[in-house]
């Protein structure tokens, strides 16, 4: 059974939604306020729904915190009232898999979870002795989901490990932001299409002065250039 940390100000949003996704066989931890959130990481969730406007700590600073904690990569997807694009950008700028405006409905949410942790559960299952990925001095390790360049590691978080990789696997192919989006987030995932220009930027920011490996082709999408 899939378990869930959901954190919300207000306990009977939390009663609400944990009746529902114990009814779709999840088990539920709630939590009402940010540092709440943090303590309960302790009981290992598999996913966290998050709000973010809570008092003292808010959703945007439990999730750092959290980020800080965990060794183990953990799928957090926002719940929240603010309907502004900045806090959906800043949400996926810092890894969250999923941005959910309030009112949602339960079916919604159940839905999103499982596409969520689905695909986060077929990365964890993948077979051990995938193929590295080597274009110049870039390697990309699928088994243990790291990105080596110049013989230096750098960090990428697990949507930006996919997407890198996916172009990299098929060099010069271009790909439209909605095949990125579906083939990376899953048939499931409502988001727009703004969610792969902001995870691109990302990874162009960590390959840092090699960023022009990944080319933008004007009014379609993107496409992975291999070194020269």
Known sequence: MKKILLVDDEPDIVEFLKYNLEKNDFEVIGANSGWEAVAKMRYNPD???LDVLMPELDG?????????????????????AKTSEEDEIKA??????????KPVSPQKLVA????????????????????????GTLEIDPNSMTVTLDETEIFFPRKEFQLLKLMAEHPEE????????????????????RTVDVHISKIRERLGSH?????????IGYKFKPFN
Request: glycine share 4%; aromatic share 10%; net charge positive.
């Open 174 to 193: 271009v790909f439209t932001r909605k095949s990125l989006l579906k083939s990376v987030w899953g048939d499931m995932h409502y988001g727009v299409l």
């Open 47 to 49: 996913l966290i729904v």
């Open 60 to 80: 945007f600073e439990a999730f750092a915190k959290i980020m800080e904690m965990e060794e183990r990569y953990v799928p957090v997807i926002f719940l929240t």
């Open 211 to 219: 960023s022009n490996l990944i080319v933008t082709v004007k009014g």
């Open 92 to 101: 996926l700028e810092m890894g969250a898999v999923d941005y959910i405006r």
């Open 112 to 135: 999103r979870i499982k596409a969520n942790i689905n695909s986060t559960a077929k990365i964890v299952k993948a077979k051990p002795a995938q193929k590295v990925i080597t274009a």
